[in-house]
């Protein structure tokens, strides 16, 4: 998916909507590389950190705003919201202009398919 119809039209509005207020969500595009916590992938344990976040009109992580809304593996948390902090999104869109967006993101550790 490319990026969403406002991106570059930010509105100086200060409200944080849910996603069911809004016409296109945030979308995310970039970020650090995900690092798997060494100790979980020599278990071969994989899962998934659902992280609470608010992203801005710019596209960037509101620092402040990352909670963790359940995970498989506390171990996991830390590298989730390493991810979140470093990353870049497409903003989401309200009435044609970028506004700040509450959204839940996944962050999946799974294994790749073998080579």
Not at 21 to 33: I, L, S
Not at 64 to 70: A, L
Not at 72 to 84: I, N, S, T, Y
Request: hydrophobic share 30%.
């Amino acid at each position: 998916m490319g990026q969403t119809s406002c991106a570059g039209l930010p509105t100086d509005d200060p409200s944080v909507y849910d996603t069911t207020q809004v016409t296109e969500r945030p979308r995310a595009h970039a970020g650090p590389n995900l690092r798997y916590p060494p100790e979980l992938r020599n278990q071969g344990i994989q899962g998934r950190v659902v992280l609470s976040i608010i992203v801005n009109a710019d596209g960037s992580v509101d620092r402040g705003s990352i909670t963790v809304i359940r995970s498989d593996d506390p171990g996991f948390v830390a590298e989730a919201k390493r991810w979140a902090h470093g990353g870049r999104f497409w903003p989401g869109c309200r009435d044609g202009r970028a506004v700040r967006v509450r959204m839940a993101q996944p962050v999946d550790f799974r294994f790749g398919p073998p080579s």
